[in-house]
């Protein structure tokens, strides 16, 4: 991870020649399992509302994961042609590339106490996104908010969409939360 932080310029602009995303767009991060629990659904729907707002247009987000739900999740981006790049499963060694690439991370779990990826995109120096249901947020912990994390009540995707939204128009600070 430190390597990847490192060198995140070089990883950033060959990961996403291999994706085809520009340089310039705001790539939002959900590593984990696509399950009920972790909410991908509702980075689908921040995707969906976000493509309603002219501040996003340069937005697309990142899904890496397998799980129960990638299916209709699959089939819903198709049908509504969302700004969604599925990764599947990525092993650990090719993770610290995928974080690299990213700008932001979105982890909107229902429930999960202390993820690894809070830490793990924290190293990278991202800026989380993390619902209130999740640990690892606090003034000594990995997400600060105020500092590199912003918090939103889980479920809300529209609150999820208005965050990246708001970032996405702010580059300033995105660097000053990576920071």
Known sequence: ???????????????????NVGADDILVLTVGKLSQRKRASDVIEAAAICCTSKAASKVCFVI????VELTALRQRVQREQ?????????????????????????????????PLVMSEAACICMPLIVS??????G????????????????GDAAALARIVCELAADPERIARMSA
């Open 64 to 67: 890496a994961g397998d799980g």
């Open 82 to 114: 969302l700004p969604v790049l599925f990764l599947g499963f990525v092993n650990v060694d090719q993770l610290t590339k995928v974080y690299a690439a990213c700008d932001l991370i979105a982890h909107p779990a229902a429930a999960d106490p202390h």
């Open 132 to 137: 209130d249901r999740v640990g690892a947020v």
């Open 139 to 154: 003034p000594t912990d990995i997400a600060r908010e105020g500092a590199n994390a912003i918090v939103f009540p889980v």
């Open 1 to 19: 991870y430190r390597d990847a932080r490192a060198n995140r310029h070089a990883i950033r602009a060959r990961q996403r020649a291999e994706w």
